[in-house]
Structures are given as C-alpha cells and as structure tokens.
C-alpha cells in the first residue's frame, strides 16, 4: 500500500529537549515536504526537498533542520523546541515527472506536537 | 506572489443540501489546481484536480471547474452527506516545486 509514515503520531516535550520526527515513503517519489499547520493559517511549508542530498527552505524554515540521506525518508529535526513551535507537523510526498512537480502530494497521518 | 484565497468557515449545511465553497487565485503562469479533504484526525488527501483551463475535476460526486477568467476553482456537491463533514483546503502548484494551499474551510453536516 502506498503511504507516508510519520511517527510519533503525538508528542509533548520541553523547551529545549532536541526531538526528531521521522517521516517515511514507499513510492519512491523524489519529492518531499514538511509542512506545519495551525489555526487560521492553513498549511506552512517549512522545508523541502527535490532528492536526496537536496533540501531547501520553504516559507517558515526557522529553528527546524530536515535531511535526506535517502530517498525514502525525510526527517524533521528540531534542535532546540520552544512553545511557538507547538502545531500539527505533515510530511508529504509527491513525484516529479519531467522536471515538473504538477501531480497530487501524498500526505501522512499528522504529528501533533506540544512544546511546553 | 502566488496566493490562494478560500472562503471562511465553517460552513453548516443540513443532509443533502447544495454545497459551494469559493477558491480563488493568485497566480503568475498557469498553474494546476487541487482541492484536498483533511477528514478529523487525518492527513489531507487528494479529493479532485485540474491541470488547465475550463478542465473539470470530480470525484466522489464533488466538481470543481478551471476558471482562468476568473482565476476561480469552486468546489460544489449537489447533495451533501454527513460524512462529508471535513476540512476542504483549496492549493496551486504554480509550475515550480512548491504546492501552496488556501487556510482552509471547515465544513459540518448535520443529519
């Protein structure tokens, strides 16, 4: 079955306390993302990345890292959590067809993280 | 910038009404568009697309028509169900590699 895991699905940590949430695909698709989502706001890119070994910002990058050292997985690190940070976190993947990215994004189940 | 811009909810409508939520855009070339439906405690899943004008999307008796004259992506169901109740976010990929969404628009269906 094709998906997109994240894990874990729910989490409550410190100020401070450094977290990774992991974010896994089986579809072989060059294409991933993390986006944080929050009342009102919708969805936020925070990074992307086209491939491995490429990562780029999206539009709110502060205080997250991302990697891809592999095709399939696409973690989000957070160094350094403080409560503004507190919001739902969606890993999403999609494939790039000819140099262009215009197919559906394949979205995980959500991490819903509490920063207290 | 590129921007897309959907009406505020939450929208309540009684089984089987009509629905409409409004989806405009912003966008430089000619973008495609998507509607996703995030249902509770979900990831957003694709619900229907259109890659370009006057295409129709539908899919699970939802449509949504490529307006370019009116840079518009309505979402419409004639006759709504309670498991319809979720959050329909409209979003573009405007030819680059980045999909933007609109903040989303929460829909309740009472039965």
């Known amino acids: 079955e094709a998906q997109v895991t994240q894990n874990p699905r729910y989490l409550i940590t410190v100020t401070g306390k450094k977290l990774t949430v992991t974010c896994s695909q089986n579809?072989?698709?060059?294409?991933m993302s993390w986006y944080r989502q929050d009342p009102g706001l919708g969805l936020r890119q925070i990074y992307y990345?086209?491939?491995?070994?490429?990562?780029d910002k999206g539009d709110v990058p502060e205080g997250y890292k991302v990697s891809r050292k592999e095709k399939r997985n696409f973690p989000l690190i957070l160094e350094s959590p403080s409560p503004n940070q507190t919001s739902l976190y969606f890993c999403?993947?999609?494939?790039?067809?000819?140099?262009?990215?215009?197919?559906?994004?394949?979205f995980g189940q959500g991490t819903r993280l509490t920063v207290v | 910038g590129n921007s897309v811009t959907q009406m505020e909810g939450p929208v309540t409508l009684s089984e089987e009404a009509f629905l409409t939520i409004n989806c405009t855009y912003t966008?430089?070339?000619?973008?495609?568009l998507f509607w996703y439906v995030q249902y509770p405690g979900e990831g957003l899943q694709l619900l229907l697309k259109?890659?370009?004008?006057?295409d129709k999307g539908s899919n699970k008796g939802f449509e949504a028509t490529y307006r370019k004259e009116t840079t518009s992506f309505h979402l419409e169901k004639g006759s709504v169900q309670v498991s319809d109740s979720a959050v329909y976010f409209c979003?573009?990929?405007?030819?680059?590699?980045?999909?933007?969404f609109g903040a989303g628009t929460r829909l309740f269906v009472k039965a």
């Open positions: 966008a430089t070339g000619y973008p495609s």
């Open positions: 999403a993947s999609s494939l790039i067809t000819q140099g262009e990215m215009n197919t559906e994004a394949f």
């Open positions: 979003a573009l990929i405007d030819g680059g590699f980045k999909t933007i």
């Open positions: 579809m072989n698709h060059e294409y």
């Open positions: 990345s086209m491939n491995v070994e490429v990562t």
């Open positions: 259109a890659t370009k004008a006057d």
